[in-house]
């Protein structure tokens, strides 16, 4: 978690002009928004649509899009589909080359019968990486650049679809049942500000949950209301949720 006195730098830079961060994850977005308040303009961006790790460009000029982010994108090859490579591997090895974390965006695999891996990157890191990510898990692989455009059409991992009754919308109760842990241990996610809502953190407990909020929970996963919700006999509501893990 980001330190205020990293805040304060990047707000002190902006008083000069536009300020571009490295990548933040959502709790590091949520702690720079509520430091800016209502104080700067800020536009995110992290590559593609729905991003979990973005750059924030705080004070920007007018006529800013997307490729003031300076953000690239590699594609990694590797043998075949027999080969097993998930997102702690690509992850693993790309900061065994000496890598900061925050310059490297989200990892995504997708869910093809040969699946591709994708690395959205500083723009600047991009030779460094090519030149040096040469296996991973010690099967070899290709790197190609790639345009940020080809992310839009990715087989990505479907969301996993359930249906829970629940007594009511409250944000604990939802995710008590979909977590499948204690309410006790809600609590302590939301001491620990591990709940986000709308890349927000939240600390209300009570918060009604509608099909419109984005509930993320770290080291779990992403969830997300359908808009259906029926009612039982008992007055129970059954809701329907997208997971994504």
Known sequence: MAEFSVWSNYLNKAKQGMVLTKF????????LINTIKYDYEYQVYGGYDNAERVRVIINPYMDVNDNDFELSALKIEYPNKFVKINHRNVLGTIMSLGINRNTIG??????????????ILLSDMVEYLKQNLLSINNHPVKILEVDLDELKNLKTKEAINKSFIIASLRLDVVLASVLNVSRNEINSYFEEKKILVNHQICMNKHYEVSSDDLISVRKFGRIKLNNEIKKTKKNNLVINVNIWR
Do not use: A, C, G, Q
């Open 24 to 31: 933040l994850d959502e709790v590091e977005l949520s702690e």
């Open 106 to 119: 989200d990892i995504i695999i997708t869910d093809d019968e040969v699946p591709l891996i994708y690395v």
